[in-house]
């Protein structure tokens, strides 16, 4: 199958290689924002739309953990990257020139130590192959950017310092987003992932949470966000293993469903294999 799929950034940036990873056949879409990907998905325009949701060493995308439960998508698939982050400066530039690296503000955490380490200030950018890009047309060999080796090529920069980032195992996880939400059982392992709203009683989060511990089910992730600015309404996002047709996740599912008032699940899909 090809189409084409949105991320938010440039080219060669980390949801490019996202991209290129988990659909190689469709053509990357680069947008601005995620809102920008959201849209591009929901109206058509694009079949599939890539999303960074956390990342091992910075932790949560917070935009797009609070984006996901109103973005009318559905995920389809979850594609784990090691994140490689790479000193990228003007042809001719060496390590000792660079003053300045230029990063998302999810990257500059990644590599603290190694900036530290060289005496190089970090500086925000909105988006790593952007910061790439303004490297290149600047021609400073006292700026740098923090990018992948990707966007070295595309760019035409020097790779300075490679694989700089702090934590060797510095891994971010993605979502590929679509329209229709396909609960076809693809794989022997599955997640699947909801979001809920407990009714107003005593220990209903508690007690919502008791039939996946009963009935063995593994939940990997629980978040919660304030609904509508409301200090009293919380929604929470989870993660399980498992697929709704599983006979322990649909009882654990049956018994959230009665302490909960909202119940929407936001994707069914294999887990990827580096999980």
């Known amino acids: 199958m090809t189409g084409r799929i949105a991320f938010q950034g440039e080219l060669g940036a980390y949801s490019h290689q996202a991209c290129a990873q988990a659909r190689p056949d469709f053509t990357p879409v680069p947008c601005t924002t995620f809102e920008d990907v959201v849209e591009m ?51 001719g530039a060496r390590l000792e020139d660079v003053r ?88 022997d392992r599955m997640m699947t992932t909801f979001t809920f709203r407990v009714r107003n009683i005593p220990a209903a989060l508690y007690k919502a949470m008791g039939g996946f511990a009963t009935n063995g089910v593994n939940m990997t992730k629980l978040e919660s966000y304030m609904v509508g600015g409301s200090f009293t309404a919380t929604e929470f996002y989870a993660d399980i293993e498992g697929h709704p047709d599983d006979p322990n996740v649909a009882l654990a599912l049956e018994e959230l469903r009665y302490f909960t008032k909202e119940f929407k699940i936001l994707g069914v899909y294999p887990a990827d294999r580096p999980r």
């Open 41 to 91: 998905t929901r109206s058509g325009e694009v079949d599939l739309g890539m999303l960074a949701v956390e990342n091992s060493t910075y932790g949560r995308v917070a935009d797009v953990h609070s984006l996901l439960p109103r973005a009318g998508l559905n995920i389809v698939d979850e594609a784990f990257v090691r994140v490689h982050v790479n000193l990228l400066g003007v042809k």
């Open 100 to 187: 300045e690296a230029h990063g998302h503000v999810v990257i500059l955490p990644q590599c603290a130590g190694f900036l530290k380490d060289h005496g190089i200030k970090g500086k925000v950018s909105s988006d790593n192959a952007r910061a790439a890009r303004e490297v290149a047309e600047a021609g400073d060999v006292t700026r740098a950017a923090l990018a992948s080796e990707l966007a070295a090529e595309i760019y035409g920069l020097d790779v300075l310092a490679r694989h700089i980032e702090d934590h060797k195992n510095n891994t971010t996880r993605f979502l590929v987003m679509a329209r229709d939400l396909d609960e076809t059982r693809r794989s």
